[in-house]
């Protein structure tokens, strides 16, 4: 079965600065790739996803990801952040709609 | 914009009662999914419904939890009883292009 890791678990940046929320996956066949975010008790929202086609995926809110295939990755971006980012990030992955596994988060915290 | 609903936003209970949430999803959309995340981890499917059948239940603990979705549109997920370990956010949603669109939560306070 597919997989999800994210290799942060917290990340701090100050406002303003680029950052980047890593995230690698594990699947024996093609996948669909997502990320989502979740402010404090609420649920979650779809900030881009990738099904096919080009690689470079534009979001909301200025979010951008890179699926690389070779490197099984899908990385998620933002080149000046704001402190209304500060938020829990997941990424997922799905082989079909039947199932979609989930990353275990990246805590984004964003300093003034 | 047609939003996934879920009700009561938060609920504690005490140990070895029975708790009970509730689901609508958007309008149209066949598939229906219950999450549970516990704090500080990510989502794990509970149970999938396509239309008013279960596509997957493989992780629902059964011999406490119960999902219905008798019509095919609303649902509701049941705890009898619920333990201390139970207290998470149980998150509904529903899904169409491949798109999961995720209801407010319900968190669950079991004590």
């Known amino acids: 079965a597919q997989s999800v890791t994210q290799l942060d678990s917290q990340v701090p940046v100050f406002e303003e600065a680029p950052v980047e929320l890593r995230c690698n996956y594990s699947?024996?066949?093609?996948?669909?790739l997502f990320w989502y975010v979740q402010y404090p008790n609420q649920g979650l929202q779809l900030l881009l996803k990738?099904?096919?086609?080009?690689?470079l995926v534009k979001g909301i809110n200025g979010f951008e990801a890179e699926f690389n295939k070779s490197q099984t990755s899908f990385h998620l971006r933002k080149p000046s952040v704001h402190i209304s980012d500060t938020a829990e990030y997941f990424c997922?992955?799905?082989?079909?709609?039947?199932?979609?596994?989930f990353g275990a988060g990246t805590r984004l915290t964003v300093k003034p | 914009e047609a939003e996934v609903a879920q009700s009561p936003r938060y609920k504690i209970t005490e140990k070895s009662q029975a708790v009970a949430f509730w689901c609508d999803p958007i309008?149209?959309?066949?598939?229906l999914y219950w999450y549970r995340q516990i704090l500080g981890q990510g989502p794990e499917l509970l149970v999938q419904f396509q239309d008013e059948s279960v596509v997957d239940d493989s992780q629902l603990p059964k011999d406490r939890f119960s999902a219905e979705r008798l019509k095919g549109v609303d649902s509701t997920l049941k705890i009898q009883p619920a333990e201390l370990g139970d207290s998470a956010m149980y998150l509904c949603?529903?899904?169409?292009?491949?798109?999961?669109?995720f209801g407010p939560g319900t968190r669950l306070t079991v004590t």
């Open positions: 309008s149209g959309h066949a598939t």
């Open positions: 949603a529903s899904s169409q292009s491949h798109e999961q669109y």
């Open positions: 699947s024996s066949v093609s996948v669909y």
């Open positions: 990738y099904l096919s086609g080009s690689t």
């Open positions: 997922a992955v799905s082989v079909d709609d039947n199932d979609m596994r």
